[in-house]
């Protein structure tokens, strides 16, 4: 039934790792990486970002806040130096329905979840 149909389609995903209150340490001074057609997408998860040469975005001098990224064999490595802008208050992800592939690697309780948390926890 269309009606019923779209209203399965407005439920909106629970984000668990708000609920659990982490502040997404993930989701700052991290690399991600864009393959196929999410490469095209870019500028609609990262609106402001900048394109670099490869040099430039490898430089551990880039330090000012912001997106960047770099073509390299065949995939957008993407550069997100301080918080990303899609984290809101609350550190919620203004994208989170839709955000990239790379960024639902961050899996609460996975792999890259316990490095992200210990690395803050080494920083601190
Ligand atoms: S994936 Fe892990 S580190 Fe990232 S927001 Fe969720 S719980 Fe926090
Ligand atoms: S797009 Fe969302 S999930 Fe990905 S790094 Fe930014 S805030 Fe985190």
Redesign the pocket.
């Known amino acids: 039934m269309p009606g019923g149909y779209g209203k399965l389609r407005s439920v909106k995903e629970r984000n668990l790792c708000v609920e659990s209150g982490c502040p997404?340490p993930?989701?700052s001074n991290?690399w991600l990486a864009l393959v196929g057609e999410e490469k095209k997408r870019v500028k609609d998860?990262f609106p402001g970002v900048i394109e670099l040469d490869q040099n430039d975005l490898h430089d551990k001098y880039l330090i000012i806040n912001g997106v960047y990224c770099s073509e390299y064999r065949g995939k957008l490595e993407v550069k997100?130096v301080g918080p990303?802008p899609?984290?809101k208050e609350g550190y919620d992800?203004d994208?989170?329905q839709d955000?990239?592939n790379a960024?639902k690697l961050f899996v609460m309780g996975g792999e890259e979840c316990s490095k992200a948390k210990k690395s803050v926890f080494r920083k601190g």
């Open positions: 997404a993930c989701c991290v998860y997100i990303c899609n984290l992800c994208i989170y955000k990239p960024c």
